[in-house]
C-alpha cells in the first residue's frame, strides 16, 4: 500500500499571495501531480488546506483534489475553517467521509489504517486533545486492533526544538500518549503544522510533521529565535507499507537534473 502525504497547502483566493510574499497555487497542483504518478492508494493531507478559510479558496482545493483518482483523507488546520471545510470538502466524491457535526474526524481503511484526529481549537493556532478526542480514538482504534494505523494530527503533539511553532503545538498530549499505548497497532503518529519535515517518537512510536507545499518554516532552533519562513521547494511524503514494513519517502517537488545511471 502506497499513501502519499501532502501538508499545509494554504491556498489563498486566486490573485492574493500567501503571507505577502507566494503565490501558493501553483505548488499545490504540482505536489499532487507528482504525487499521484507514483500511483498512491490514498492521498492525506494534515491540515491548513487554506490560508483563510474562506469559500473561494475551498472552492480552488475542491477542484485540485478532484481531480485525484484516489480516495483523499484530509482533516482541517488551524488556518482552516471548521464549517466552510466541511461543507466544501465533503462534495468530494472521493473524501474520506467526514461527520456531520463536531470535529472532522475520518478514518480511511486499508492495509494501513489512517485516522484523521482534528485537534484544532476553533479561533486559536495551537491544538488540543479532549476527553472527547481520546474516547473517539480509543473506540475506533478498538475496532481493528490488527490493522497496522497512522494517526494523524495538524499540530504535533510533541515540540521539534523551533520555539516558535512548539508554542502553538497540541497540548494535552500525556492524553493522546495514553491512548496511543493501548493501541501497539499504532505504528506512526503524523503531523503538519511545523511545515518543515521533522522525525522523532511519541508514546514510543516513531511520530513525524509533513514538509508544507507553501512555504517551509526557518530551521531557527536557538531558543527565543525570530519567527521566519523560506521559500524551499515544497516537498512531500511516501507512506510504503511493503513486508510488514512501513517506510516513509521524502520527495522534494521540481524537476531535477536526471535520473542519472547510478549502477
Ligand atoms: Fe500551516
Given at each position: 500500500m502506497l499513501i502519499a502525504h501532502l501538508s499545509d497547502p494554504h491556498l489563498c483566493p486566486p490573485g492574493t499571495l500567501y503571507q505577502s510574499v507566494l503565490d501558493t497555487t501553483p505548488r499545490f497542483p504540482e505536489a499532487l501531480a507528482q504525487a499521484a504518478s507514483f500511483g498512491p492508494d490514498l492521498v492525506i493531507l494534515s491540515g491548513d488546506v487554506t490560508e483563510h478559510g474562506d469559500a473561494e479558496s475551498y472552492a480552488l482545493a475542491c477542484e485540485l483534489l478532484g481531480k485525484l483518482p484516489c480516495p483523499i483523507l484530509a482533516i482541517p488546520g488551524n488556518h482552516d475553517d471548521r464549517e466552510g471545510f466541511r461543507a466544501a470538502l465533503?462534495?468530494?466524491?472521493?473524501?474520506v467521509s467526514l461527520p456531520d457535526?463536531?470535529?472532522?474526524h475520518a478514518v480511511a481503511e486499508g492495509s494501513v489504517r489512517v485516522v484523521g484526529l482534528d485537534v484544532t481549537v476553533p479561533g486559536q493556532h495551537h491544538g488540543r486533545i479532549e476527553a472527547s478526542h481520546v474516547d473517539w480514538l480509543d473506540r475506533v482504534l478498538a475496532a481493528a486492533r490488527d490493522t497496522p494505523t497512522m494517526v494523524m494530527l495538524?499540530?504535533?503533539?510533541?515540540?521539534?526544538?523551533i520555539g516558535y511553532i512548539d508554542d502553538y503545538r497540541c497540548f494535552g498530549e500525556d492524553l493522546l500518549a495514553q491512548v496511543i499505548h493501548r493501541?501497539?497497532?499504532?505504528i506512526r503518529v503524523l503531523a503538519g503544522h511545523v511545515h518543515r519535515f521533522t522525525l522523532t517518537e511519541f508514546a514510543g512510536r516513531p511520530a513525524l510533521t509533513a514538509p508544507a507545499t507553501a512555504t517551509s518554516l526557518a530551521l531557527r532552533l536557538a531558543p527565543g529565535a525570530e519567527p521566519a519562513s523560506v521559500t524551499e521547494p515544497a516537498a512531500f511524503l511516501m507512506h510504503h507499507w511493503s513486508g510488514g514494513r512501513l517506510t516513509t519517502h521524502f520527495q522534494p517537488v521540481g524537476d531535477f537534473p536526471g535520473p542519472h545511471p547510478f549502477f
Open positions: 465533503s462534495q468530494l466524491p472521493n473524501l457535526t463536531g470535529p472532522l495538524h499540530q504535533p503533539p510533541f515540540t521539534t526544538g493501541h501497539p497497532q499504532v
